[in-house]
């Protein structure tokens, strides 16, 4: 059957996958979760293990779902923050250089270098409240070569004019708990932007209210995630039908904008497991029974968990896409008589017990509403998709729409 007669839909689950965790009865969370309507699926579709993010890359989520959307990213990954850039609007030149900057929470007295990362989101803090905090940053650090833009929640972009260093910077999900030592930037200015902005979020109010509410407080910014301008072959004409991204975080929606798509806003999203799962089905829902061919809905609440370290969280928001995303869309789509094909999957494993990203394998289900496969499988886990593996995992979504 022609592509342009199906309906293709995307559930990435983000760092879904995991290792066996004590507390589960050493069952993964995925394994753990009660998720009815995957499971059933898994009973029918086909299941592969893939290999998202190429070994000599760092597995983060943006090498990984530029590879799941279908891009090359030893081709096209220049950086995580300059997909970021493109959702918030900010256009890169040629000279520029984009950072992550997180508002994280820093615990300890002393020195900088003698403080440890509490918190790498300040506690899942609003997007309302991060807003007033990068503004009275904004006034404080931007220079005619250096802006602060915000985003959403914890997650804000700061562009640099001219030559940057190329140091390591270290991503603040992969020390929570440890001490910053050892993890420091080497350049001497962004270090000093980071304590600068400690200075000035002190005594902020946002900080002054959080504070005595016994909530996590914004600290500073922690700067990473450097990158120089990318550009992305349109979705369309790549691959033939019209797609939408439907998203929290500016992340996935900076690869739907570069990829000129249409990248649908939900009011109440969060990036997180209080997110509105309902919004975002239904988002889904329009786009499919409208003019769209093919949506791509990405879920960050189990990530989020994993990075926690909160091992029945993430089961539970396992639970919730399942129930609010995976089961209202798949219903959505057999009422309207439209053939579909849907694709679940994380983009890479965020394991519990080491509270980072890996770079296993990961695995996705294939569902087809045209055919029932039979396969004797009863769950959709890491085991059970084992023994077809797929790689290079960018060319996932061809084989997803039918073009090999």
């Not at 592509?3 to 293709?8: D, F, L, S, V």
């Not at 559930?11 to 879904?16: F, I, K, Q, R």
Request: net charge negative; proline share 5%; charged share 30%.
């Amino acid at each position: 059957m022609e592509a342009e007669t199906m309906k293709y839909i995307v559930v990435l689950s983000d760092g879904m996958s995991d290792y066996p965790i004590p507390e589960l009865g050493d069952k993964t969370p995925m394994e753990f979760a009660h998720k009815p309507c995957m499971d059933e699926m898994a009973g029918k579709g086909e299941m592969l293990s893939v290999k998202t993010v190429p070994s000599d890359l760092k597995p983060g989520s943006d090498v990984a779902n530029l590879s799941v959307m279908g891009y090359d990213p030893h081709k096209y990954y220049t950086g995580r923050s300059p997909l970021e850039a493109a959702s918030i609007g900010v256009e890169l030149g040629a000279d520029d250089t984009a950072f992550r900057a997180n508002l994280v929470t820093l615990s300890g007295d002393g020195e900088y270098e003698e403080l440890s990362m509490c918190d790498y989101s300040s506690g899942e803090i609003s997007t309302e409240e991060a807003a007033a905090l990068i503004e009275t940053l904004a006034k404080e650090l931007n220079t005619e070569i250096r802006k602060l833009y915000c985003g959403v929640s914890y997650r804000h972009l700061m562009v640099v004019s001219g030559k940057v260093s190329d140091c390591e910077l270290t991503p603040p999900h992969d020390i929570t708990g440890k001490p910053v030592a050892g993890h420091l930037p080497e350049d001497k200015e962004i270090l000093a932007i980071m304590k600068k902005s400690r200075e000035i979020l002190k005594n902020h109010p946002v900080n002054i209210k959080k504070r005595a509410e016994g909530k996590h407080t914004a600290d500073s910014l922690w700067i990473w995630g450097r990158g120089k301008s990318t550009s992305l072959p349109p979705f369309k004409e790549k691959n033939g039908i019209s797609g939408a991204v439907i998203s929290a975080v500016d992340l996935v929606r900076g690869i739907g904008y570069l990829a000129d798509m249409e990248v649908i806003k939900v009011d109440g999203v969060t990036g997180n497991i209080d997110t509105n799962f309902d919004g975002k089905a239904q988002a889904a829902i329009d786009a499919l029974c409208g003019k769209h061919d093919f949506v791509y809905i990405h879920l960050e609440a189990p990530d989020e968990c994993g990075h926690q370290g909160q091992a029945r969280l993430k089961a539970h928001a396992i639970e919730l896409i399942d129930e609010k995303i995976v089961k209202p869309v798949k219903e959505a789509m057999e009422k309207s008589g439209e053939d579909f094909r849907m694709m679940i999957l994380p983009d890479h494993p965020t394991p519990v017990s080491i509270m980072t990203h890996a770079g296993d394998n990961v695995p996705c289900l294939i569902y087809d509403s045209r055919r029932d496969l039979n396969t004797g499988k009863e769950i959709f886990s890491e085991k059970t998709a084992l023994g077809r593996d797929f790689e290079p995992g960018f060319k996932l979504m061809d084989y997803f729409l039918e073009r090999e």
